[in-house]
């Protein structure tokens, strides 16, 4: 076989430097990920990719790079623009970028979606707290619309009914809000002692109070409830993979609920690797049951699709 060259050999570098940056990040994506099918997984590693970039040029390296603040905001514009021009060519000379502008032409991802995501990143370069509106408003763009891409990239090239369409678009909202929400909570002290941002409506982290953090974590499960029932309707090849990712984060939702809400001031609670390892341990063996069940069902059907007879 032929060496890749031109922008074959361009496009894999670009997924592989996608796919670096996002496992060193998140050992949590690690585990989920490596249940999808190679493709699928390529393509979810490229929008992850592009979510921790922006991320970074917010709250992380952009600023430990001493860049004026009135800057980083210039170089988030850039992304952003960077990234719309690649949606139209198909071509930017950052690899992330390139990654998922590739990703995104191939599932047809636009800037329907990358728009509000860019949006809510600028907003935590201007706010420090929010509404219930504003709230709601940076929860969409910083993660439901993350969903949406996912669910893009699960679904492409399938034609499913409108309800069912409908719930899994309303499960990847709902999953991506609950990700968000628990992840806020987790960085409570974090976020405000860094970043002088207090996410949740009403809430002072100075006096956070068990009522304010049941009704978030309320909130949280009632979301991941209506995620939860979606997962069912994926297809087979990344179920396995959006259900360990949704039990990852019902337990640490699960460990905060037990986490006194003054400690929840001062501590950022984790989900231990050896616990994630279980989880992930139990993701797999379902997904082979489930498979052997598959292809057991499969075995027991012709080509018309009747029951053959033993």
Known sequence: MAAEQGLALYNTVARQTAAVLIRSYSTSFGLASRL???RTRRQIETIYALVRLADEIVDGVAAEALVPHAEVGVLLDELEADTERALRTGYSVNLVVH???VTARETGIGPDLTRPFFA????????TAHTEASFNEYVYGSAEVIGLMCLECFLHGMS???DQAKALREG???LGAAFQKVNFLRDLAQDFETLGRSYFPGVTVEAFTEADKHRILDGIDADLLVSGAAVAQLPANCRAAVALAQDLFSELARRLRTTPA???RTTRVRVP???KARIAARAVLTRRVAGHRDRSENHSRDAAGNERQP
């Open 99 to 101: 990654a998922f502008a």
């Open 172 to 174: 990847a909202q709902r």
């Open 273 to 275: 690797n050896p616990v």
């Open 120 to 127: 809510s990143m600028r907003a935590d370069l201007e706010q």
């Open 160 to 162: 499913l009914p409108d």
């Open 262 to 264: 003054e400690q929840l």
């Open 36 to 38: 999808l099918a190679a």
